[in-house]
């Protein structure tokens, strides 16, 4: 059964970059048939995509965030990476990594997030 | 504010069908498929339903989905004070090449 597992500090300081890891268990980060995603939900509101990782290294981010995001893969560890630079409050979160599987055939694909890590949250805080 | 609307509420008594709208537009949901989450408060969400209206296995026949040009349902038939939870649309947009999601809704089961 695949397993994510976010890892990282639970504390940030402003201006500071942010810095998570997600370690997959039983499926391999050199799939073709998955992307690999951060997402993250500030306390009481709802979840915010902030971009996904394939195992070439390219990317997808959400425009609102482009400027400061960096996701990058370890297949030799299984693992992908977040990091968030010039940090404030606004980015105190629960962050979440998750799979993205394929579905469909050639040529009409579609993608769906089915396994999610548990969370980790990140206070931003001096 | 979401690109996708959702209600931010809604509810319905034991044995009730209910249904939540996600709302969007043609370079969202009018173009791409539609998936819903479940959540549980403290827990990560779950895929409920994929591809607009496939049920991963395990998830039961009680819940299903739609869609129709630029709008998407989730229904509930039968619902169950464990269906107490909140629920999130979620689709890609071409436009921001990006995935989005709704603002969540959340149900209680009076």
């Known amino acids: 059964q695949v397993q994510l597992q976010e890892s990282g500090p639970g504390l940030v300081k402003p201006s500071q970059t942010l810095s998570l890891t997600c370690t997959v268990s039983?499926?391999?980060?050199?799939?073709?048939?998955?992307?690999w995603s951060w997402i993250r939900q500030p306390a009481g509101k709802g979840l915010e995509w902030i971009g996904r990782?394939?195992?070439?290294?390219?990317?997808n981010y959400n425009p609102s965030l482009k400027s400061r995001v960096a996701m990058s893969v370890d297949t030799s560890k299984n693992q992908f990476s977040l990091r968030l630079r010039s940090v404030t409050a606004a980015d105190t979160a629960v962050y979440y990594c998750?799979?993205?599987?394929?579905?469909?055939?050639?040529?009409?694909?579609?993608?769906?997030?089915?396994?999610w890590g548990k969370g980790t949250t990140v206070i931003v805080s001096s | 504010q979401s690109v996708l609307t959702q209600p931010p509420s809604a509810s319905g008594t034991p044995g009730q069908r209910v249904t939540i709208s996600c709302s969007g537009s043609?370079?969202?949901?009018?173009?791409?498929?539609v998936n819903w989450y479940q959540q549980f408060p403290g827990t990560a969400p779950k895929l409920l339903i994929y591809?607009?209206?496939q049920r991963p296995s395990g998830v039961p026949a009680r819940f299903s989905g739609s869609k129709s040009g630029t709008s998407a349902s989730l229904a509930i038939s039968g619902l169950q004070s464990d269906d107490e939870a909140d629920y999130y649309c979620?689709?890609?947009?071409?436009?921001?090449?990006?995935?989005?999601f709704g603002g969540g809704t959340r149900l209680t089961v009076l």
């Open positions: 998750a799979r993205e599987t394929v579905g469909g055939g050639d040529p009409w694909y579609y993608y769906y997030m089915d396994v």
């Open positions: 039983d499926d391999s980060l050199s799939s073709d048939d998955s992307y």
């Open positions: 990782v394939y195992n070439s290294g390219s990317t």
């Open positions: 043609s370079s969202n949901i009018g173009s791409n498929i």
């Open positions: 591809n607009n209206n």
């Open positions: 979620a689709t890609w947009d071409d436009s921001l090449s990006g995935r989005v």
